[in-house]
């Protein structure tokens, strides 16, 4: 049968009522049908037995049976339903189990009020161990089980019944009004009241597609139609049946928000279509509108905009309507403040008296007088909330924070003219007074919100995230505001003995405690919030809204973030000033000192901390870069130093000519080269989490193994060329391994240094220069000239290739440096030399493959001489060096 297709009951049972109504109404009935007196005689009221019935295609399921017998419901099988004379019988319940619910059988069945399930029912009480759900209704599956609908925006009859009749049959309920009860809302369109009360309380909203496709997959047993994935890939998005255009707002935030409409279903058009039926407009820069409306019209702000993408779903207009400047709403609302303003000689004569004082105020006092409880409520907090955070905004603006507006505590008036102390002390208040606004913003109107429960839409972010962002800003404003309430106290009584210091070293620990695992962690704060911003649309339209309003100064919040790393050195410097305008004799002057100190302590040890965490993450990528980098490289005493980016002049390590990467550690060099590509790797690509390794681990090789530094001169062959002398410990001689910079930094010669001076700390040495040799390129047979040639660089690939195709027909699969450490190892213990070791080697090896090629390979007949040239070289140069 088609998946969507169904017939719907008889005419006489009306499919877009209320189903719970009727639900209600049958038990009500059943209630009503039992005597007075039954209830004395429960025990003697016969007992129906439940019959399964198992109609045609049913009947010829195995699964079926075994899941009745496992919950014990005695069945019979049936072609047609008039083999089955008594199943209008009173002394049986019996239940119908069809496989199609389309066909005429199934709606025999209906007619004669027979009880109907389909295989999926039975087989999903046999999992769950339950007995057979008594439904007035066919019930076919249980995907929407304990789910109640509600339908809105259906213009045809036929495709809501049709809708109505699958949600019936999968086990949901209808509720024709919305209401708190209803789970999900059916929706065909963004309009109507239905939809606006679903947003506003959070409730899902699908599209009719949720419902079809639920029934596609009907027959899955352990399908349900509530899951959060399967759910949203219906879900209604915000902007659906929505033409926006924008007005205001600059090219580029234009463009990211006609992006984010379509990303968000809906579609943009220019100003002044006649389709459009909104228009979103930036109320700080458009003042008038550049035509008249019309009345289908929606003129909204642009927090209507983000709020619709914040909570997934289209916000209400009638909140966020534009207003003009002349708009009859703005028209009435002025007339009215000046029918209740007093008259214009009363107003007069009180600015007068209020200036008048103010002044007095200004000049006995360094607080300006308690505003009237009006006045204080009528101020924005934007205007308490000094963004700048710098001294000399303070002091230039002038203004005082309105906490500090109270009363002094002390009745005896200060003199006229306050001390320089006095003056930077009131400033570091007023600077950490806007401090702890600052941290208060970014609590109040950015974590707490993201971190409420029941948010529309769902959260925004995960807490692993919301702790990555914010850290451990809670436990710095605890601390701050502290500090700014024994400061307000010390200036309000203030004398010029009172000890500023004093509060800075009572709060030193907790500072200690709670700055440096904000401040290492601030660059993973900030690319967590680049991250996701980029990849949630809802956190990015949260970030909009909110770094809009007044309080956050139309600044950002990873700009609000980096406050808590400026304010420590801020600190330091204010207390260094008041330190300069603190007589000699005053006792805070060596309290200020201490102060100052525990600032540089803590400064100094959240560098240390940020070095360590810099370090392990440096450690971390060079594991993941390497391939096959060995586990103890990882340990808590070792430190990268630095990287460098050279080309291999010698075939100890690798092949001359290849990319080779230094990690330069304190106590030991780790040599990778540039790993080749792999042929006939097929992994997926979304089985890597980072990208993969691009450098083949090579060698580990301890500092004390070096034994000289060689700084090769600059020749017109030779350019930007070193070698190491090295001893491992499985060889008897020395080995020499050279390499080429193909970097500007750093310099070889501070390379040099910076080598030698780890290889002496490594082997307890003072003399680190003295390390350090400088040789000709010609006595070490060292050259760059043909390095970048294109001979040279097909040569190197003829020479890879041919290994691989040598090593592929080869037994063993032993590489040639191993192979010849292995000879020069024997042939010292024989007391042979490595020629005639190798030589009767290579005879034995030509013998064992004889089957395999009839005459001998040319590369290894010429190997015995090059190998005893290369060791009669290196001995000499190695000889002539020590």
């Known amino acids: 049968m088609a998946d969507n297709s169904t ?129 007035c209704r066919p019930l076919y599956c249980t995907s929407m089980l304990n789910l109640v609908l509600c339908f809105t925006g259906f213009r045809k009859k036929e495709e809501l019944v049709k809708l109505v009749t699958l949600a019936h049959h999968m086990g949901g309920t209808i509720r024709k009004d919305f209401c708190s009860k209803v789970t999900y809302l059916v929706a065909n369109s963004t309009r109507g009241d239905k939809f606006r009360v679903a947003v506003s309380l959070g409730k899902p909203i699908v599209k009719p597609e949720w419902i079809y496709k639920a029934w596609e997959k009907r027959n899955e047993i352990d399908f349900c139609a509530a899951d959060v994935d399967f759910r949203n890939q219906f879900k209604i998005p915000p902007f659906q049946d929505c033409m926006l255009s924008f007005l205001g707002f600059s090219d580029d935030e234009k463009a990211n928000m006609e992006e984010m409409t379509e990303m968000q279903g809906g579609h943009y058009l220019p100003v002044g279509d006649e389709r459009c039926t909104h228009l979103v407009v930036e ?375 290849e990319q080779v990467t230094l990690f330069l550690f304190n106590d030991c060099l780790e040599i990778a080269r540039k790993r080749h590509k792999v042929i006939g790797a097929f992994k997926s690509p979304h089985s890597h989490t980072r990208p993969p390794a691009s450098l083949k681990h090579v060698v580990l090789m301890p500092l004390s193994q070096i034994k000289k530094v060689l700084d090769i001169r600059e020749t017109e062959d030779c350019h930007k060329a070193f070698a190491l002398v090295v001893r491992p410990p499985t060889e008897l001689n020395n080995k020499l391994l050279s390499f080429q910079m193909t970097t500007e930094e750093p310099p070889k010669e501070d390379w040099l240094k910076m080598l030698c001076r780890q290889v002496a700390n490594t082997i307890c040495k003072a003399d680190a220069e003295n390390l350090i040799y400088t040789a000709d390129p010609d006595s070490v047979e060292v050259n760059t000239k043909d390095m970048d040639s294109t001979l040279s660089r097909a040569s190197r690939a003829i020479k890879k290739t041919s290994k691989k195709v040598t090593r592929a027909f080869s037994f063993s699969k032993t590489p040639k440096r191993a192979l010849r450490r292995a000879l020069m190892s024997h042939s010292a213990t024989e007391g042979r030399s490595p020629s005639s070791a190798h030589e009767s080697y290579v005879g034995s090896r030509l013998t064992s493959t004889s089957s395999l090629a009839g005459i001998s390979s040319p590369s290894l007949v010429s190997l015995p001489s090059m190998l005893e040239k290369r060791s009669h070289t290196l001995s000499r140069s190695t000889t002539h060096l020590i």
């Open 283 to 657: 109320e700080n820069t458009v003042k008038d509108l550049p035509f008249e409306p019309l009345k289908k019209l929606y003129v909204v702000k642009q927090e209507w905009f983000w709020g619709s993408i914040q909570m997934d779903a289209r916000a209400g207009e009638s909140m966020y309507l534009f207003e003009k400047s002349d708009s009859p709403g703005l028209k009435k609302s002025v007339s009215l403040l000046s029918l209740s303003t007093p008259n214009s000689n009363r107003k007069r004569r009180r600015l007068k008296e209020t200036l008048a004082q103010l002044t007095r105020e200004t000049d006995m006092s360094p607080f300006p007088p308690r505003k009237r409880p009006s006045a204080e409520h009528s101020l924005s907090l934007g205007s308490l909330l000094d963004i700048s955070n710098t001294p000399e905004s303070s002091t230039a603006s002038g203004e005082t924070p309105k906490s500090c507006a109270r009363p002094s505590k002390n009745s005896t008036p200060l003199p006229v003219k306050q001390s320089a102390r006095w003056q930077v002390a009131k400033e570091l208040y007023q600077t950490e007074s806007n401090y702890v606004d600052i941290l208060t913003t970014i609590i109040q109107l950015f974590q707490v919100p993201l971190e409420k429960e029941g948010q529309l839409g769902g959260p925004i972010l995960a807490q692993e995230e919301i702790k990555t962002i914010f850290g451990s800003i809670p436990d710095i404003l605890d601390v701050h505001t502290k500090i700014k309430e024994d400061l307000e106290d010390l200036m309000i009584n203030w004398t010029e003995s009172n000890s500023i210091g004093g509060i800075i070293l009572k709060y030193s620990k907790d500072l200690l405690k709670t700055y440096p695992p904000f401040v290492n962690f601030f660059e993973m704060s900030k690319e967590t919030i680049t991250r996701c911003e980029k990849q949630k649309p809802r956190f990015h339209a949260f970030l909009k809204i909110n770094q809009a309003k007044p309080e956050c100064g139309r600044q950002s919040l990873a700009e609000l973030l980096i406050r808590p790393v400026q304010r420590l050195p801020s600190v330091a410097l204010l207390l260094n000033d008041i330190k300069k305008h603190t007589a000699e004799e005053n006792p805070d002057k060596i309290t200020l000192e201490r102060a100052i100190e525990s600032l540089k302590e803590v400064m100094t040890h959240i560098n240390e901390d940020k070095r360590k965490t810099e370090a392990q993450r440096q450690f971390f990528d060079v594991v993941y870069e390497v391939d096959g980098c060995p586990a103890n490289l990882l340990s808590s005493h070792r430190s990268l130093v630095q990287r460098l980016e050279t080309i291999a002049l010698s075939d100890d390590l690798c092949d001359r000519g």
């Open 7 to 135: 017939l719907v009951s008889e005419a006489g049972r009306s499919l877009l009522a209320d189903s719970s109504v009727l639900d209600s109404k049958i038990t009500e009935t059943s209630k009503e049908n039992v005597l007075p007196g039954s209830v004395l005689h429960v025990e003697e009221m016969p007992q129906i037995e439940t019959r399964v019935v198992l109609v045609q295609e049913a009947g010829r399921r195995e699964e079926l049976m075994k899941a009745l017998e496992e919950i014990k419901v005695p069945y019979v099988k049936t072609d047609t339903v008039e083999e089955l004379g008594d199943f209008d019988s009173p002394e049986f319940e019996t239940v119908f189990v069809v496989s199609e619910f389309q066909d005429s059988l199934f709606n025999n069945l209906c007619k004669a009020d027979c009880r109907v399930i389909g295989p999926p029912v039975v087989l999903h009480c046999a999992q769950k161990g339950e007995p057979l759900p008594f439904s």
